[in-house]
């Protein structure tokens, strides 16, 4: 079974630049989740989508920051214009159904280096 | 401020000892999840905690619910340097769907 895939592994990029991370969750599950994780602030939920329709955006940073769904099988992030503070690893995870006990499967992250 | 403060934040510790790692909350959770991280790669679910007062055991790691579903512990026995990496809890909340993580415990076991 294929895992969630998230793309690209690593990307550093110019203070002003655009940035694009992408996400294919597990086939079947109908709820993904974009965190941010950095030693001082630990993992942070951005945003999460339940059948591909964003449900709560209260951790997006700020209007550079944006998510996208257009379908079941994929999903964006995108940071317009980045800043070197955005530099983190990005984690998307997807789970299935609503339940207490559905676990949240996660990619292997993006490391983002903002210079 | 975290909605699940864990402790301690960094632990190192020689093979064969046990430990305590902590998950609190002043909110209460319909489920309470750990996750194990290693470096270069996404949380894993090690086990998920629903009932206050549960205890969950997997080989040698103990997991507790608190009567309250505010807090967690993991007790850890005979520690392998193969248990180390970081572990997160993370909380779902009764009004949302979301899962909200700690900040973690980085656990270092020496050979």
């Known amino acids: 079974d294929a895992g969630v895939i998230q793309s690209p592994r690593h990307e550093v990029t110019e203070m002003g630049q655009e940035v694009t991370l992408r996400c294919k969750p597990i086939?079947?599950?109908?709820?993904l989740f974009w965190y941010r994780q950095t030693m001082m602030r630990g993992l942070e939920l951005l945003i999460y989508f339940n059948n591909n329709v964003p449900i709560d955006d209260s951790g997006m940073p700020e209007d550079r920051f944006s998510a996208k769904m257009p379908n079941a099988s994929f999903s964006t992030l995108k940071i317009q214009p980045s800043e070197p503070r955005d530099s983190a690893v990005y984690f998307c995870?997807?789970?299935?159904?609503?339940?207490?006990?559905?676990?949240?499967?996660f990619g292997n992250g993006t490391r983002l280096t903002v210079t | 401020t975290q909605l699940l403060e864990q402790s301690p934040q960094f632990l190192s510790i020689q093979e064969g000892e046990n430990l305590t790692v902590y998950c609190n909350s002043s909110s209460v959770f319909s489920s309470l999840q750990w996750y194990r991280q290693e470096p270069g790669e996404g949380p894993v679910l090690l086990v998920t905690v629903v009932t206050g007062g549960e205890v969950k055991k997997l080989k040698r790691l103990t997991f507790q619910f608190g009567d309250a579903r505010k807090d967690s512990s993991l007790h850890i026995t005979a520690a392998q340097p193969g248990d180390t990496g970081l572990y997160l809890c993370a909380g779902l909340t009764y009004n949302n769907n979301d899962m909200r993580f700690g900040a973690g415990t980085r656990l270092t076991v020496k050979p």
């Open positions: 086939s079947g599950h109908n709820s």
């Open positions: 995870a997807s789970k299935k159904g609503r339940t207490v006990n559905s676990p949240l499967h």
